[in-house]
């Protein structure tokens, strides 16, 4: 059989691969990638399967270097001239970090679709097939070109740009809670309502993998700037309070890392909104703005971490950095 399109599929593990162990009672890795394949049915109508074994692991056990690995294979993959698309299956933990990474590091008009589930096989109501079923079909949709990354579960379509797991359980956990998902995917076909205006793309085939991340509380104080100086981290990401501050006491943190040339990125630890220098008082966004912090738009904390490990193995420059993130 002659097929129009052809579709690489990357298997990296995750609850997509899972079923239960009945000596411990818990889903462990257990699934080749050909029997996941083999439970989407009819697949063979729409298009040619490749199947690439990358890993087969838990999504919290894949580091930024191991994403840097996979992102230098799908963009192998996506450029050859046979391939008319990729997906990437994922567990679903860290799945918006790596999708994010792809973006930021991967230029192809071609879709490349990052997918998961929420249920093990050996769960009623398994979803694995079916999000692979729907991932394929964004794959092979001319009108899934040129749209950067791609999320596909629960037959909805969204940005790796904009997308969060939202929920522990729920099978709609991924959501862009910001915009809403760019499209659906109804009866195989795939039906796109926005668009994405703009994209980042970071050059870079390196990661730099000391970036920490804080989550602000009231209260909270300097001493964990102090413990990522001491142990040499090159930057450091801020999950701060509402428009954009920090409790007073975290500020000669900020100040003392900023002097050793350590970027500060500031996100806000709410779901949605983005970061302003609204505030004058102590730790509010206009103190921290003259500090030289540097401000992540509406990025969630683990996203703005990825680019700044992205853009801090491209430069140490605090400018170009703060471009990357504020233009």
């Known amino acids: 059989m002659t097929y129009e399109s052809k579709v690489a599929i990357i298997f990296t593990g995750g609850t997509i691969s899972m079923k239960i162990d009945p000596r411990i009672h818990a889903a462990i890795p257990a ?14 109508k729409f298009a040619e399967i490749e199947i690439i074994n990358f890993s087969n692991m838990p999504s919290p056990h894949i580091t930024p270097e191991m994403m840097m690995d996979l992102a230098k294979l799908v963009k192998e993959t996506v450029q050859r001239e046979d391939i008319t698309g990729v997906v990437v299956t994922h567990g679903t933990d860290t799945l ?3 999708a994010y990474l792809l973006d930021l590091t991967i230029k192809s008009e071609k879709p490349i679709v990052v997918v998961g589930a929420m249920r093990n096989s050996s769960e009623l109501g398994y979803d694995g097939s079916s999000n692979l079923s729907a991932a394929i079909c964004t794959a092979i949709s001319r009108n899934a070109k040129g749209k950067g990354v791609l999320v596909v579960m629960n037959n909805e379509v969204n940005a790796a740009s904009e997308v969060t797991k939202t929920n522990t359980l729920s099978l709609d956990t ?5 915009f809403g998902p760019l499209g659906i995917v109804d009866n195989d076909e795939v039906i796109f309502y926005r668009d994405i205006i703009s994209k980042k793309y970071i050059d870079t085939e390196k990661i730099e993998p000391k970036v920490g991340l804080i989550k602000c509380g009231p209260g ?19 999950e701060a309070l509402g428009r954009g501050n920090i409790p007073p006491a975290m500020v000669p943190g900020v100040k003392k890392a900023i002097s050793k040339g350590i970027p500060i990125v500031m996100v806000s630890r709410c779901p949605t909104g983005r970061v302003l220098d609204t505030y004058g ?3 509010g966004g206009k103190h921290l703005r003259s ?3 540097i401000f992540g ?16 193995s491209v430069t140490n420059n605090l400018k170009t950095i703060q471009d990357l993130f504020e233009n």
């Open 291 to 293: 500090l030289g912090v």
């Open 220 to 238: 909270m104080e300097s001493d964990i700037f102090d413990f990522y100086i001491e142990k040499g981290y090159k930057g450091i990401v801020i």
């Open 31 to 44: 699934l080749s990638s050909e029997e996941i394949v083999a439970m989407v049915t009819n697949i063979e």
């Open 297 to 312: 738009n509406n990025l969630p904390g683990q996203k703005a971490r990825i680019k700044l490990m992205l853009a801090l």
């Open 96 to 98: 918006e970090e790596t």
């Open 281 to 283: 008082y102590e730790g």
């Open 174 to 178: 991924f959501k862009s809670p910001e």
